[in-house]
Every structure is written in structure tokens, then in C-alpha cells.
């Protein structure tokens, strides 16, 4: 199995034209919150994306319409978000969102996320989550699967000692692959597995289609090792 050139993103880039607010703020408004990676070697320090000092940053890959992304930053203003998403119909609507709940505590990159990952210094993110990936059941597609060797390492670098790792999925293929990709990696400790979304989780869409078609999700939890020998 081979995971595509970092940089590759395989799903759509584009959807329906985009109309009204959501075509306006697009085409506006995202530049001021656009993440630009610095020329490699040179890393991203996240700290300084924001107005205002934040006590930790979380990102989110893969974050569709925006739904999740934007409770979490509505309920967590302390907290600098990083939201990965190359979909621009999804950036669009996450946009206005975030504008009419006023969050200012947001910033988007619109590529693939590990080109993000790859960027961040050591340790520098204090939770992630990636909820309901594509499947991308075909076995002759699944190194397409986010959740591959390479991209845990890129997470297990990126986070945090103690940092959380939530996934979610609905897709039968997903719900064995995951957490049998996850739990090989030495870096991430599974600590709660749930089949109702738990407390502290907040709906996405790809959630709500699921539900509605009688499908029943898994909510995974891990967290990230500490880099220090343990005794
Ligand atoms: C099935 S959708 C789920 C969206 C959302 N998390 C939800 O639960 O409603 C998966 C999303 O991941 C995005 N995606 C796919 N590959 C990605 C990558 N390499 N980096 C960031 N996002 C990616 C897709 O564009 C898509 O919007």
C-alpha cells in the first residue's frame, strides 16, 4: 500500500458555484485567515496566528461544512483552531459561520493536511481530530485513507505529550482500519471508545447523514504518549 505524495488530495476541490454570503466572504474574507506555510526548512509557529495570545492550538483535517470546527471554537475561545479543508464549498461555508458567530479564534488552510503537519514544530498541537474521513472502501484506493503510517507519524510529531486524538467514523471499512492502523503506532494510547457521540464532541454533517441512514458511528479518543522514557 502506497499513501499519495504529501500535497495530493484526491476528493473534490469544488462543488456547486458559490452564491450570496458564502461567495462574498470567499472571495474577501479568507485571506485574512488563510494559513501560509513558510518555505521548508523554516516551520510555522501557530502562536503567532492569532490576535490574540491563545493557551494551545487544535486542528481540525478534513472539516467539510465547518459545523464542528465552529462549535468548537464558539465553546473554546481560549483555544487557537487550525481548520484543514481543500474543498472551497466547505471553506465557504465554515466562513460564514464563523462570521455570524463572531469567532475570531479561527484560521484555514486549504490544502492537504499534512503538508500542515508537516510544518508545525515539534509538539505544538494540543488536540486534533479528524472526523469521518473518506472511506475510500476500494482496496485498489485505500492508501488514499487518511489514517496511514505516515500521516500518524506526522501527528505523533505534531502533537503535544498528553495532546488528544479524537476520530470518528461511520463506514464499516474505517471502523476496523482506524483502530488497527492507530494502535499499531507507539505514540497514541486509545482511551475511550464510544458508540454515542460523547460529551465535549459536537455534531458534523457527514454525522447526521449517517444517523439519518440508520448508520451507527464510532468515537475514538487517543492520546499522545509522552516523549519521556516511562518508568
Ligand atoms: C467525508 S468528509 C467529512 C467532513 C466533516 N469532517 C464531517 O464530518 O462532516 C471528509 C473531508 O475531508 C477532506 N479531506 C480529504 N483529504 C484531506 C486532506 N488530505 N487534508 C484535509 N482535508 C481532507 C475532504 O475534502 C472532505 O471534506
Redesign the pocket.
Known sequence: MTSPPIG??????RGRTLKGKASTLYATGLNALSVVLPEPPAELNPTTLFETAKTATWI??????G??LATQAAAHPEIGFIG????IN?VSSLLVLLDEQESQNVRV?S????LLLRALPEGSIGRA???????WPKRRHEG?R?VNPE?LDLLARALADGAELRV?TDHAILQEWMPARIAKHPAFVLVDHATVRPEGWAP??????ALRAGRRPIYLAYRRRSRLPEF
Open positions: 495530493r488530495v484526491y476528493g473534490r476541490r481540525e483535517i478534513g472539516f467539510g461544512g459545523e464542528h484543514c479543508e481543500p474543498f466547505g488552510f490544502e492537504d493536511a499534512r481530530f479528524l472526523l469521518f474521513p473518506d472511506p488514499r487518511f500521516a470518528a458534523t454533517r457527514y454525522e447526521a447523514k
